[in-house]
């Protein structure tokens, strides 16, 4: 994979991630909301930091 791939592929990891959190939050589930919002801000900055 080049490294523009790598990047988008982590963008859009992060991106399913805050999808994750937002859901997580709409079910009352805070502890699942903070790892996958961790997980998301990890994913993005390693798609800004690869890119």
Request: aromatic content about 6%.
């Amino acid at each position: 994979m080049t490294d523009n791939t790598i990047a988008i592929a982590l963008a859009c990891v992060g991106l399913f991630l805050v999808g994750g959190v937002i859901s997580m939050i709409k079910q009352g589930l805070k502890i699942g909301a903070v790892i996958c919002g961790i997980g998301a801000a990890l994913a993005i900055t390693g798609a800004v930091l690869w890119w």
